[in-house]
């Protein structure tokens, strides 16, 4: 079982910038972070693996970056250069413990955060 806080989210200007963390009671394999607008679907942002993958959806390559601190069990997505189509409701998401593989993919993540909201206003 894992579980998972979100924080971080808020209201913000383009152009901004926003961190959010995501506090986990254990360290899966691969974790994400994934964000649905109203009336969207569900959207892998950026997925990171223990053993050192990344991967990005298109439209956050070079504006976001994932990345986990294992001390702390915590994950964060750092997001610079905010535009307005980034605003959306923001879930962290991890693997199950025995799964050592995944992709930036809602089907291969098993737990899911509450979510956080991040507004980005023009």
């Known amino acids: 079982q894992v579980q998972l806080v979100e924080s971080g989210g808020g209201s913000v200007q383009a152009g901004g910038s926003l961190r959010l963390s995501c506090a986990t009671s254990?360290?899966?394999?691969?974790m994400a972070w994934f964000r649905q607008a109203p009336g969207q679907e569900l959207e892998g942002v950026a997925r990171?693996?223990?053993?050192?993958?990344?991967d990005y959806v298109d439209s956050v390559k070079g504006r976001f970056t994932i990345s986990q601190d294992n001390a702390k069990n915590t994950l964060y997505l750092q997001m610079n250069s905010l535009k307005p189509e980034d605003t959306a409701m923001y879930y962290c998401?991890?693997?199950?413990?025995?799964?050592?593989?995944?992709?930036?993919?809602?089907?291969?993540?098993?737990?899911w955060g509450q979510g956080t909201q991040v507004t980005v206003s023009s």
């Open positions: 254990n360290r899966p394999y691969c």
């Open positions: 998401a991890a693997t199950r413990l025995d799964r050592l593989w995944c992709r930036l993919s809602r089907n291969d993540f098993t737990y």
């Open positions: 990171i693996s223990s053993g050192g993958s990344l």
